[in-house]
Nanobody
């Protein structure tokens, strides 16, 4: 499975951005697709996950109510709509795919990772 992210960029605080993650290859085995982020000097944080092919979503408290994860099954693509962005949301954003269950916001269950896309929020 190959994951290709697009979108991201720079925005002022309070603004919005959308990032996408397209999955290629053998996607039938994917159970969850998730979004993670990592800021310089900080640990990677899992903050949004969706049950691939289903509707269940999971969010970390840090983004709940501001970010929305969704998918287009026909395109094997997952989207992350980010609203009310804050400077502390600045990080490299990665999408990931898991072929197994487990704690859905933990990076350990994810088998495949995208290359990352930078999101920068200025105050």
């Amino acid at each position: 499975v190959q994951l290709v992210e697009s979108g991201g960029g720079s925005v002022q605080a309070g603004g919005s951005l959308r990032v996408s993650c397209a999955a290629f290859g053998y996607t039938d085995g994917i159970v969850y697709m998730g979004w993670f982020r990592q800021a310089p000097g900080k640990e990677r944080e899992g903050f949004a996950t969706i049950y691939f092919g289903g509707s269940s979503t999971y969010y970390a408290d840090s983004v709940k109510g501001r970010f929305t994860i969704s998918q287009d099954n026909a395109k094997n693509t997952v989207y992350l709509q980010m609203n009310s962005l804050k400077p502390e949301d600045t990080a490299m954003y990665f999408c990931a795919a898991s072929a197994r269950g487990g704690p859905v916001l933990r990076s350990e269950i994810y088998n495949y990772w995208g290359q990352g896309t930078q999101v920068t929020v200025s105050s």
